[in-house]
């Protein structure tokens, strides 16, 4: 059974850094895209990023754009989130996500498509 952990979440204060991880485990046929999505409560749950599977591409949602840096290590099957310059409205639980397609996603920030899904780190920042 494929599992993902989060970690890496905590308070920070505004224009602080975090790093989150997310550890897979278990055996997957191929190397799945993977995302952060993000929720506050009483809101969507929205798309932060994705990398492809060979880590050469990467989306942001705009409200991240030259703050966050999604990156992978395929060898330990471990992906990250470099957040910096962090803000109060980035204040959210932080999921990763991962979908095993045989195909290009028209959308990689489209949760639709995830069919993994970790259990969340949360993420605090003060003013």
């Known amino acids: 059974q494929v599992q993902l952990v989060e970690s890496g979440g905590g308070s920070v204060q505004a224009g602080g850094s975090l790093r989150l991880s997310c550890a897979r485990s278990g055996y997957l046929y191929r190397r799945p895209w993977m995302a952060w999505f993000r929720h506050v409560p009483g809101k969507e749950r929205e798309a932060v990023a994705a990398i492809s599977p060979s880590g050469e591409t990467s989306y942001y949602a705009d409200s991240v754009k030259g703050r966050f840096t999604i990156s992978r290590d395929k060898a330990i099957n471990t992906l990250y989130l470099q957040m910096d310059t962090l803000a109060p409205e980035d204040t959210a639980l932080y999921y990763c996500?991962?979908?095993?397609?045989?195909?290009?996603?028209?959308?990689?920030?489209?949760?639709?498509?995830?069919?993994?899904w970790g259990q969340g780190t949360q993420v605090t920042v003060s003013s």
């Open positions: 996500a991962g979908a095993t397609l045989e195909y290009w996603p028209t959308d990689p920030l489209d949760r639709s498509i995830y069919h993994i």
